[in-house]
């Protein structure tokens, strides 16, 4: 553990510190350890630019580093290293902190919040009220999820029997398949990527509650990993002001007859760190201490990849939230069909919430006895890449957990987004086809319904005049030319026309998810399955199978690599465990295909894209304690004499810079410079030579042996 650090922060950040993997490199060249130390600003000729100075001093709400869920877990440390030798140990590292899941819900079955939700859902069926499920980022995905996964499929499945639809209909909502709504900051178009501005915004989980019509007496349940986002605290806050407030001439007035304690058994604050740890940011502490609003903590530690919140946070949230819906579905048809009705609808009468919370440990048992097989297309796919291929995958029934993984690889790893339809040439490594003709079809197959996005006139002026913050201003301005229903156009990810223009070259990969009885589509060669794997061997490009369910394990003779997953939907309708599985899987393989190509160093992710205002910070915390690790290390000192720690001030100041440098990069079309890795080897190479290295020698240092490289050989004693 590094020395710096004990100095530098409180214990539970000790974890932030990096083991680098012992790459070989060719030790830098020494200088004498005399040499007259700089300041690394002075050095760099760099002075805190104005934004960097607000960042430093006014943003400090968004200095997150101290979260639970920012710190690094001791059973990945030193992963980066690890899976260059031996990927299967590197995806059982990777599963292990599932583990974690398991411990959590454990305690979690015996905590009242669960059993509230689901209480609140069913009352909300039976009253035909709304039941608004809010997220951004990870979160925002997840409900989408829950609506176009879970919710939408089973209820069409059940209206889809005359007899069973004849009894319900004296009792439910005539359109109870759009009575949950699963939304994201920025609406479906942040389903691609997420829009810069939103998430710093408590104004647009308000202006997105109101835009959906959600009122007094519907169930919020508001999901952010962290805690601390402010889209969603937005949301959960200006529901609780329906109860708080009524309207009247001259503004809203405080309502005489506010019960907590009512308010509270229709808002649900679901997150994923300790309170107390969350307490000293304002935003956090309004909703945490709020008694109208039901707290649901779903904390289960570090990541498996330090912050990288759509692994264990989001799907411990994932699972607890669709097996609570489902529970309450269950109460509401129980009330109005036979057994044998229930039974045809795929429930077994006696199954308690904490029963269902208690397969979660089978579930993840079955994810992990993959991991052989699951290493043969983790190394497949990360050689496509490295070859300088591409890959497509293909789903149905999977399509939306598939495409979360394929999407959120983007920011995570600093990958190029989903290609848009007008792309003279490939970019993206990465794309995803459903079973479609059409775009428009795509999205519908995806959504469960029409592309929804946001309407510029509701919040061009509201963005305008009530958004203090001069960047956040623009930036929120900016994205709304990006959030509208013009956005669906741009994407197209159906298999009819993906295959005209983007169909595969030889060395490309294509992988088939198939979930449940869809295994059986790849022997009908009819299917667009089995047509989708004839067209990738017909153009000699490689073939993955993965698929999920009890059914017999899927057979393609010329597959390079076939994973089954044997997860059944016993008394699931909804088919939560099948999904959940098919997520840490994809979760745990495309972490493993990027540690495998150097964009993972030790468990950090320090090519991740500083594109909002927490991102910034965490961006800023990895230069810091990466460098200040090395500083401190006995090569360094032995070599180049002792070195003053970098500040978190400095940190912030190059970081700024770097995202000068590397947005120009960016629009004469230069993808490759990443801001966290470039920022520390700059400030490394300028203290080692003491003058100033630019931003292409840093680039150069770079791409001879990646951030990795470079760093274990400053390491090398």
Partial sequence: MSHVFKRMQSPILAALLVVVTACASTPPQELPAASKQQDVLTLLGISPSRESVDYVRNKTQFQLHTLLTEQRHQRTWDLSERISQDTAEGLRMLFSVDDDITARLEKLSREPAPSALSDAIEQ????????????????????????????????????????????????????????????????????????EGFEDLQLIGRLQLADHGIRKGDVVIEVTEGGETSAGIGTVLGALDQWKFVEGEGGNKPATNYDPAEAAKHLFFVYNNPDSVLLPFERSRQVIEQPGITKLNLTTGPQAITGSTRMQATTIETFVIAHAAQEAVERVLERFLDAEDLARLGFERGTSLQQRF??????????????????????????????????????????????????????????????????????????????????????RKMLGRSFRGLQPERYREPFATRIDDPYLRNAALESLKRAGDDQQALYDFSFEDGLKHRGPQPGDLGVMVAVGDESRALADRGSAFARFGVAFEEHDARLGIVHVGTEPAPVWGDADAIVHVAVGTRDDPFGVDQQIALKMLLNAHSTAVMARLNKVVGNTMTNVSPSNLKLIGRATYLIQSHVNDVLASEAWTRRYGKQAPVTYAQANAVLFDTIGFVREKKKAGDQAAAEVSLAIVRILESLRLQRAVSYDEGLALLKTGGLNGYLAGLRTP
Wanted: hydrophobic content about 40%.
């Fill in 124 to 195: 909300a069926l039976l009253q035909r009220r709304k039941i608004y499920i809010y997220g951004t980022g990870a979160t925002g995905r997840l409900a989408k999820e829950m609506e176009s996964t879970f919710w939408r499929p089973f209820w069409r499945r059940v209206l889809a029997d005359p007899a069973i639809r004849a009894k319900l209909k004296p009792h439910l909502s005539a359109d109870i398949e759009s009575e949950l709504i699963g939304e994201m900051t920025g609406a479906d178009r942040a389903l691609i990527s997420s829009l």
């Fill in 358 to 443: 208690a397969r979660f440990p089978e579930v993840l048992s079955a994810v992990k006895v993959t991991v052989l097989d699951l290493a043969k297309l983790t190394d497949l796919e990360s050689e496509t890449y490295r070859d300088g291929h591409f890959s497509t995958y293909f789903a149905d029934r999977g399509l939306i957990t598939v495409f979360i993984d394929s999407t959120e690889r983007s920011p995570t790893f600093r990958l190029f987004p989903l290609d848009i339809v007008n792309e003279a040439q490939r970019k993206s490594w990465i794309q995803v086809w459903a079973p479609a003709r059409d775009t428009q079809e795509a999205w």
